[in-house]
């Protein structure tokens, strides 16, 4: 299927590695033209080598997105790359906790918030402009399972991802009409780097002995279930984002795809 954004220009914030990394290759290898960021230069440039390999365009932009100032260098860097942005994917802001609800410092909510939900707000109004000058555009952003399934540890991840989460549809009522649509990838546990990590240190507290496909069956079955029996890959959400990043997604707005095995009971 050719989903038509051949040639389109795409920023991915957080994409220098894990679920970003993936969209990012993803919408390259449809012809999108990639502005690649993160806060690891070598670990972006590795993503821009992949794209670059494949016969894919990409630049790359570095910068931290808990700093509002960066977070405008970014955004405008970005138009400046390829004189504008088409499709905006907002893949940032992983956890970097397990907290309890009671320890979870303010200082902490305050940070979450902006890695996850401010961040995004600058570069979509940063954004927005050039699209509506265009006539189209795709804003998606990347919510997690954990807003239908809250937990008793990091809140304020859980939080912020579900802020972003309800922003969506407003938007989307708001840009509709000037052939913008805003829609939102909720993932669920994804097989990336991290979540291998966080597994391991979990299953030496629990005592599993597992390891490998075998680690990740138990914990996608006892621990962090759903029906698959299986956690998801990075290039699965990858395949929803550039679904909704095309043409044929023109009349998908203000939703919410779940890639996400079939966790919870929540009908939405």
């Not at 690891?40 to 794209?51: L, M």
């Not at 405008?72 to 309890?100: E, M, R």
């Not at 902006?114 to 919510?143: C, D, E």
């Not at 391991?200 to 990740?216: P, R, V």
Request: proline residues 4%; hydrophobic residues 45%; charged residues 15%.
């Amino acid at each position: 299927m050719d989903l038509g954004i051949n040639g389109r220009r795409a920023l991915v914030a957080g994409s220098s590695s894990g679920i970003g990394a993936a969209i990012a290759v993803a919408l390259a290898a449809e012809g999108a033209r990639v502005v690649i960021h993160g806060r690891n230069r070598d670990s972006a440039e590795a993503v821009a080598k992949t794209i670059q390999d494949a016969g894919g365009e990409a630049v790359i932009i570095c910068g931290d997105l808990g700093n509002r100032a960066a977070v405008d260098s970014i955004g405008h860097s970005a138009l400046q790359a390829f004189g504008g942005i088409d499709i905006l994917v907002n893949s940032a802001g992983a956890s970097d906790h397990f907290d309890p609800w009671l320890n979870t410092s303010v200082s902490k909510w305050e940070r979450q918030y902006q890695l996850s939900v401010l961040y995004a707000v600058q570069l979509i109004q940063i954004t927005v402009p050039a699209m509506r000058t265009n006539g189209w555009g795709r804003i998606i952003n990347i919510s997690s399972a954990v807003v239908y399934q809250p937990g008793p540890f990091a809140p304020d991840y859980t939080a912020a991802k579900a802020a972003l989460h309800v922003s969506s549809p407003g938007l989307a009522s708001t840009l509709g009409p000037e052939g913008i649509t805003v829609n939102t990838v909720c993932a669920g546990t994804i097989l990336t780097t991290n979540t291998e990590n966080v597994m391991k240190e979990h299953a030496q507290t629990l005592g599993f002995s597992e390891a490998g496909a075998a680690l990740e069956q138990r914990f996608a079955t006892a621990v962090w279930p759903n029906p698959t029996r299986r956690f998801g890959r990075p290039e699965e959400v990858a395949a929803a984002v550039c679904f909704l990043s095309s043409n044929q997604a023109s009349y998908i707005n203000g939703a919410t795809i779940r890639v996400d095995g079939g966790m919870g009971s929540t009908v939405n």
